[in-house]
């Protein structure tokens, strides 16, 4: 590529590579397939996948290690297939660029039915717009540079997925007055950012029990190293929530765990919701996040610091970024806070103790042993199920190593992620709890992981069926076709599967997964239709017996 000169193509190209983006993940088609052959002779690699949809999940991975992602596919078919997996990054602020051809603009004239048009020319760009940062045709060689750069800056300032579409006849046009736009770095104002800080500071100051709870923003924002700084430098308590799960090492002496209303463990809930100053940092409060409506956190009690505002109590700050919020509670004077944690706060689950023998295994048994299983160089990488409230109370060991779509909550995201996860940091071996159901939607994607030779450690929690949904109604339409999963590598041609019905055949097949180096291992644990976390079984409790306090008041 001539540098003097670009194409708008080969100035996509270089820009995404400014961004750090290495891989993108996707499926050809024709109205893409020049640009396709420009990445592959670009230092960006392809990875084809099995479907679009893994595509998105794989690059909402990649992003959330790698700190920027994206896809690239066809026309609608492709578009539309990859947009439930962007829906999701837009969701949990996953900053996913979204690459897609489209019928040139000359093949436009009079509006023809070409393949793939579904209303008319703008029908995809429409349906992104809904959830992107920005979204933009890349149709005019003039503000195409300008174009670009604006849709990446949005990307990387949002923290969310943005749109670029390449129609295929402007893939190879050189404009012809190209003016990158050279913008001046945002700030903050200077004035809301003292008062906000000066406000936050007194009060940590005087109050008798702060905590922190941090959040997802956290790690988008990068701010991991500042976080562990702030609570080194205060002492103050810190819990995350699920969504930002591992924001801090949860080995971290003064980390308490994930706080999750009633679904997460007692001490950790009262810590936070009893603190007379709870600093919530880059806070998504989701209805997971916050246990499915049994968070109590009071308004009055809470100041709440994201990349949108500072809000002390009842009021706010705005045109404040979150990277100087930070930065500005780091150079100022906070009181050391001396609150004794909760004896093993941070290993609650440990279960060295627990023998294994020949019982059926349950899920219980196989979280607390997989707590006692993970490496530092592992990362989790949960699905939505029964997997997901389990793995909340895995031990995670350094930071930002925890996937889940925790919020969005689609299924078949784990194992595509994995893929993502190793193209970003080929040194995390990927531990995948999905489910079964989980797993039959995208469970194709080992065939990517195989091609490559990356080596997850799978497991699949075959309860036969869609367990999470049974709890709520139950039906035939919960339950699926019985798959022999671990004869999958079989068929794929790498990997090692193996069917496990007891703890000591857990105990074995992780052994082994973990020696398997080479490829994917692939875990189809065999567990009772009903059987359900610890994590689920605490919330029933908490809602069953509030439903009874309630259903005492009712009574006359
Ligand atoms: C894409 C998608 N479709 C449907 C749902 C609704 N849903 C939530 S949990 C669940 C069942 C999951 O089954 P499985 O993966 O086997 O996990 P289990 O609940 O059995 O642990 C379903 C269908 C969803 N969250 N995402
Ligand atoms: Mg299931």
Same mark, same amino acid.
């Given at each position: 590529?001539?540098?003097?000169?670009?194409?708008?193509g080969?100035?996509?190209?270089?820009?995404?590579q400014?961004?750090?983006?290495?891989?993108?993940f996707?499926?050809?088609?024709d109205?893409?397939?020049?640009f396709?052959?420009m990445?592959?002779?670009?230092?960006?690699?392809?990875?084809?996948?099995?479907?679009?949809?893994?595509?998105g999940?794989?690059?909402?991975?990649?992003?959330?290690?790698?700190?920027?992602?994206?896809? %690239?596919?066809t026309?609608?078919v492709?578009?539309?297939?990859?947009?439930?997996?962007?829906?999701?990054?837009?969701?949990?602020?996953?900053?996913?660029?979204?690459?897609?051809g489209?019928?040139?603009?000359c093949?436009?004239i009079?509006?023809?039915?070409?393949?793939?048009?579904?209303?008319?020319?703008?029908?995809?760009k429409?349906?992104?717009?809904?959830?992107?940062?920005a979204?933009?045709?890349?149709?005019?060689?003039?503000?195409?540079?300008?174009?670009i750069?604006?849709?990446?800056a949005? %990307?990387?300032?949002y923290?969310?997925?943005?749109?670029?579409?390449? @129609?295929?006849?402007?893939?190879e046009?050189?404009?012809?007055?190209?003016?990158?736009?050279?913008k001046?770095?945002?700030?903050?104002?200077?004035?809301?950012?003292?008062?906000?800080?000066?406000?936050?500071?007194?009060?940590?100051?005087?109050?008798?029990? @702060?905590?922190?709870?941090?959040?997802?923003?956290?790690?988008?924002?990068?701010?991991?190293?500042?976080?562990?700084?702030?609570?080194?430098?205060?002492?103050?308590?810190?819990?995350a929530?699920?969504?930002?799960?591992?924001?801090?090492?949860?080995?971290?002496?003064?980390?308490?765990?994930?706080?999750?209303?009633?679904?997460?463990?007692?001490?950790?809930?009262?810590?936070?919701?009893?603190?007379?100053?709870?600093?919530m940092?880059?806070?998504f409060?989701?209805?997971?996040?916050?246990?499915?409506?049994?968070?109590?956190?009071?308004?009055?009690?809470?100041i709440?610091?994201?990349?949108?505002?500072?809000?002390?109590?009842?009021?706010?700050y705005? =045109?404040?970024?979150?990277g100087?919020?930070?930065?500005?509670?780091?150079?100022?004077?906070?009181?050391?806070?001396?609150?004794?944690? @909760?004896?093993?706060?941070?290993?609650?689950?440990?279960?060295?103790?627990?023998?294994?023998?020949?019982?059926?295994?349950?899920?219980?048994?196989?979280?607390?042993?997989?707590?006692?299983?993970?490496?530092?160089?592992?990362?989790?990488?949960?699905?939505?199920?029964?997997?997901?409230?389990?793995a909340?109370?895995?031990?995670?060991?350094?930071?930002?190593?925890?996937?889940?779509?925790?919020?969005?909550?689609?299924?078949?995201?784990?194992?595509?992620?994995?893929?993502?996860?190793?193209?970003?940091?080929?040194?995390?071996?990927?531990?995948?709890?999905v489910?079964?159901?989980?797993?039959?939607?995208?469970?194709?994607?080992?065939?990517?992981?195989?091609r490559?030779?990356?080596?997850?450690i799978?497991?699949?929690?075959?309860?036969?069926?869609?367990?999470?949904?049974?709890?709520?109604?139950?039906?035939?339409?919960?339950?699926?076709?019985?798959?022999?999963?671990e004869?999958?590598?079989?068929l794929i041609?790498?990997?090692?599967g193996?069917?496990?019905?007891t703890?000591?055949?857990?105990?074995?097949?992780?052994?082994?997964?973990?020696?398997?180096?080479?490829?994917?291992?692939?875990?189809?644990?065999?567990?009772?239709?009903?059987?359900?976390?610890?994590?689920?079984?605490?919330? =029933?409790?908490?809602?069953?017996?509030?439903?009874?306090?309630?259903?005492?008041?009712?009574?006359?």
């Amino acid at each position: 590529m001539s540098r003097a000169h670009p194409t708008i193509g080969s100035y996509l190209i270089q820009r995404l590579q400014d961004y750090g983006v290495r891989h993108v993940f996707g499926i050809p088609g024709d109205y893409v397939l020049r640009f396709y052959q420009m990445l592959d002779q670009s230092p960006i690699k392809v990875i084809g996948v099995t479907r679009e949809d893994c595509a998105g999940f794989a690059a909402d991975a990649y992003a959330r290690v790698n700190g920027i992602g994206a896809v %690239c596919v066809t026309y609608c078919v492709g578009g539309l297939t990859v947009a439930n997996s962007i829906a999701g990054a837009y969701a949990e602020k996953s900053p996913v660029i979204v690459l897609t051809g489209s019928p040139g603009m000359c093949e436009r004239i009079n509006d023809p039915m070409l393949h793939h048009k579904v209303r008319n020319f703008s029908t995809q760009k429409e349906i992104f717009e809904e959830f992107t940062a920005a979204a933009v045709v890349l149709d005019d060689p003039d503000l195409a540079f300008r174009q670009i750069d604006d849709a990446l800056a949005a %990307c990387w300032k949002y923290k969310r997925p943005v749109y670029i579409e390449l @129609p295929r006849d402007m893939v190879e046009i050189v404009p012809r007055s190209p003016t990158p736009i050279v913008k001046t770095p945002e700030s903050s104002d200077r004035h809301a950012l003292r008062e906000a800080l000066a406000e936050t500071v007194a009060w940590l100051n005087s109050a008798k029990q @702060p905590v922190i709870l941090a959040d997802v923003e956290i790690h988008r924002y990068n701010l991991g190293q500042e976080l562990v700084q702030l609570v080194e430098k205060t002492g103050i308590p810190v819990a995350a929530t699920l969504l930002g799960k591992s924001v801090i090492s949860e080995k971290y002496p003064r980390y308490i765990g994930v706080y999750e209303g009633a679904l997460g463990r007692p001490e950790v809930q009262r810590m936070v919701e009893q603190s007379d100053c709870l600093l919530m940092l880059g806070t998504f409060l989701t209805d997971l996040n916050m246990g499915i409506y049994t968070a109590n956190l009071d308004r009055s009690r809470a100041i709440e610091a994201t990349s949108e505002k500072v809000q002390v109590r009842y009021h706010s700050y705005t =045109g404040i970024l979150f990277g100087d919020f930070m930065h500005g509670l780091l150079r100022s004077t906070i009181r050391k806070c001396k609150t004794i944690l @909760p004896p093993h706060a941070n290993n609650h689950i440990s279960s060295n103790r627990i023998r294994s023998g020949n019982r059926p295994i349950s899920v219980s048994h196989l979280f607390a042993r997989l707590n006692d299983f993970l490496e530092d160089n592992m990362v989790v990488i949960s699905d939505v199920g029964i997997c997901l409230f389990g793995a909340a109370d895995l031990v995670i060991h350094r930071g930002t190593e925890f996937l889940a779509p925790a919020y969005y909550t689609s299924m078949g995201f784990s194992v595509p992620a994995a893929l993502g996860a190793q193209f970003a940091n080929p040194k995390l071996r990927p531990v995948v709890v999905v489910g079964d159901g989980a797993f039959q939607m995208t469970g194709t994607e080992l065939s990517t992981i195989g091609r490559f030779g990356f080596n997850p450690i799978v497991i699949v929690l075959n309860n036969h069926g869609y367990t999470t949904e049974r709890f709520i109604l139950d039906g035939p339409f919960n339950d699926i076709a019985e798959w022999q999963y671990e004869n999958l590598p079989q068929l794929i041609g790498s990997g090692w599967g193996c069917a496990v019905h007891t703890e000591s055949q857990f105990e074995e097949a992780w052994q082994k997964a973990l020696a398997n180096r080479k490829g994917f291992s692939l875990l189809n644990v065999h567990l009772d239709k009903m059987d359900h976390s610890p994590a689920l079984e605490r919330l =029933g409790k908490k809602l069953a017996s509030k439903l009874r306090k309630t259903n005492r008041k009712r009574k006359p």
